[in-house]
C-alpha cells in the first residue's frame, strides 16, 4: 500500500454480489434462540424475578436471571490487556445485573427452542424491583448528595484530567485582555451500523466457539474468559464480515452473556440476535459531552490564556470511559498555542444512561466543535476574521505538545487552510455574503482539527503482526 494511492478493497466483490457472509448467515438453523429481559427502571435493585410463567412456556429451555450468574466483575471496552493496573479497564460490569443502572440494562435470559417461544418468555417474566432515585445530567451527578451509581467512585467521577502550562492565574491579570466565554455542549449519537450486534456459541472440543458481529474478536476473546472464569485459551472467537460497527462493536457486548447461555444448557448451539430498539436502547452511544471554555486575547488577536473545563457524560457503566474526553483534553492544547498559560479540567461521570463508548473519531468531534465555537465568538468580540484569527494562534512547525508528546513537524494545518478556502472559494464567497440583508443570508465558514491516533498516556494502545509466507515467497 502506497500513501496517496487509491487500493482496491479485497472484500468488494463479494460484498456487492451478495457472496460475503455475515454471522447470521453462518448460525445454523438449529440454534437455541437467546432473548434479554431487560430493566425497565432507570435505577433500583432487581429484589424478585418470578419465572413460572415463562419457563411453562413449550419450547423455552431455560431461564437465567440476575440470580444465577457469577459474581465475576468484567470490562467491556476495546483496549489491549495491561498488567499496570493503571492502564486496565474498569471491571464494573456482570453478565447480568441485580443493581440495575439505566432504563434497559440487562436482567433476565430466555433460553428457547425458537425465536417465539423466547420472545413469550420474556414478556412473561414479572420483575420486581427496588426503585432508586436516578440522575441523568453528567454536572448534577457530580454534586453532593446525587444518586451514586457504583461505590467506588465518590461523586460519580470515574475519572479526572487536569493540566496546566505556565501560570494561568496569573496570565490572566495582563491588562486590556478581552475574555470570551462560552458553553457548548455535544448530545448522544448512536451509531446506527446496518447489521444489529448478533452472536453464536457452542461447546467444540472443550472450547466455547463464539462467532460475533465485533470489530475487536482477540480482545472479546480475552474479556470472555475473564467473564466466564475460564482460561484464555479455552474460548476460541471468529469474526465474519461486519455490517458496519463505527465504535460500537469495539465492546464486549453480548458474547460473555451468550457464552454463559451456552454452558448452562450444556455447549448447545444458542444464538443471540438483539433488536434494533434494544441497539438503540442498550447498546453504546457517543459520548455527550459539555464544555465551557474562556479565552483571554489580546486586542491583536493574540490568545494569551485559555482554560477548558469538559464534562463527560459515560452513562451507566465504564466501557471506554475517560479515553474520549482525555482524548479531547490533549487536542485542546494541540491546534492553538497560547502565549504564556493554558489550563484543562476534562471529568467523566456516570449517569443513568445507557453507558457510551467509542465512535468514530474517539472524542474529536465533540472537542473540535466546542473549540471552534469558541474561536468564532472570539473572532466575533474581537472584531477579527476568524481565518485571520486562526492563522494567528496556530501552533508553529516545530511546536511539542507537553501532553501528548506530538511535535508538529509540518505546516500542513495553513496548507489545509489554502486548499479549503481556494476549493469553496472562499474569498469571493466571503464578500459577497457580506452584503447581504434580509432575514434569510447565505454564509461561508470554515473550523478546522487535529487528530491524531492513540490515547496514551490515558489508555494502553498496542498492536502486532504475524506474517506467514507460502513456500515459493
Known amino acids: 500500500m502506497v500513501v496517496g494511492k487509491s487500493v482496491k478493497r479485497v472484500d468488494a466483490i463479494d460484498k456487492v454480489t451478495g457472496r460475503a457472509k455475515y454471522t447470521d448467515d453462518l448460525a445454523d438453523k438449529s440454534a437455541l434462540i437467546v432473548k434479554i429481559y431487560h430493566s425497565t427502571i432507570a435505577h433500583g435493585m432487581v429484589t424478585k424475578v418470578d419465572t413460572s410463567a415463562a419457563e411453562a412456556i413449550p419450547g423455552v429451555v431455560k431461564v437465567l436471571t440476575c440470580f444465577d ?209 434494544e441497539t438503540f436502547v442498550s447498546n453504546r452511544v457517543r459520548h455527550a459531552i459539555r464544555y465551557h471554555i474562556e479565552t483571554y486575547a489580546r486586542k491583536d488577536g493574540r490568545f494569551v490564556a485559555r482554560r477548558m473545563e469538559a464534562f463527560s457524560n459515560q452513562g451507566a457503566y465504564a466501557s471506554h470511559g475517560h479515553g474520549i474526553v482525555a482524548k479531547g483534553a490533549s487536542a485542546f492544547k494541540q491546534i492553538y498555542v497560547d502565549a504564556v498559560a493554558t489550563k484543562v479540567d476534562a471529568y467523566t461521570v456516570f449517569t443513568n444512561l445507557p453507558a457510551a463508548g467509542a465512535m468514530r473519531a474517539y472524542g474529536i468531534p465533540q472537542v473540535s466543535f466546542a473549540i471552534e465555537s469558541s474561536v468564532e465568538d472570539a473572532a466575533r468580540v474581537l472584531g477579527i476574521d476568524s481565518i485571520t484569527l486562526r492563522r494567528m494562534n496556530m501552533m508553529p512547525v516545530g511546536y511539542t505538545d507537553a501532553f501528548s508528546k506530538n511535535v508538529n513537524y509540518f505546516d500542513t494545518l495553513n496548507q489545509c487552510i ?44 498496542a498492536s502486532s503482526c504475524r506474517m506467514v509466507m507460502n513456500q515459493d515467497g
Open 69 to 277: 450468574v457469577p459474581n465475576l466483575p468484567f470490562p467491556t471496552a476495546g483496549h489491549p490487556w495491561s498488567i499496570d493496573p493503571h492502564h486496565q479497564d474498569v471491571a464494573d460490569r456482570l453478565l447480568l445485573n441485580k443493581h440495575v443502572r439505566y432504563y434497559g440494562d440487562d436482567v433476565a435470559v430466555v433460553i428457547a427452542e425458537d425465536e417465539v417461544a423466547a420472545s413469550q418468555g420474556v414478556r412473561a417474566l414479572k420483575v420486581e424491583y427496588e426503585e432508586y432515585p436516578f440522575v441523568l445530567d453528567q454536572q448534577e451527578a457530580m454534586k453532593d448528595g446525587a444518586p451514586q451509581l457504583h461505590e467506588r467512585f465518590p461523586n460519580n467521577i470515574l475519572a479526572h484530567t487536569g493540566y496546566e502550562e505556565g501560570k494561568f492565574d496569573e496570565a490572566i491579570q495582563e491588562p486590556g485582555l478581552v475574555k470570551i466565554e462560552g458553553w457548548y455542549e455535544t448530545p448522544v449519537v448512536q451509531h446506527c451500523h446496518i447489521e444489529n450486534h448478533i452472536c453464536y456459541a457452542e461447546e467444540q472440543n472443550g472450547k466455547i466457539v463464539i462467532v460475533s458481529s465485533t470489530q475487536i474478536p482477540h480482545i472479546v476473546r480475552r474479556i470472555c474468559g475473564q467473564a466466564l472464569g475460564l482460561p484464555w485459551g479455552s474460548v476460541r472467537l471468529i469474526k465474519p464480515y461486519i455490517g458496519g460497527g463505527f465504535g460500537n462493536k469495539q465492546d464486549a457486548l453480548y458474547e460473555p452473556l451468550c457464552g454463559y447461555c451456552c454452558q448452562q444448557v450444556g455447549g448447545r448451539l444458542v444464538k443471540l440476535d438483539v433488536s434494533r430498539e
Open 418 to 461: 489554502n486548499k479549503g478556502m481556494a476549493y469553496m472559494d472562499y474569498e469571493r464567497k466571503h464578500a459577497e455574503y457580506a452584503k447581504q440583508t434580509g432575514p434569510v443570508r447565505r454564509g461561508v465558514g470554515m473550523a478546522i482539527f487535529w487528530y491524531n491516533t492513540a490515547v496514551w498516556p490515558i489508555a494502553l494502545e
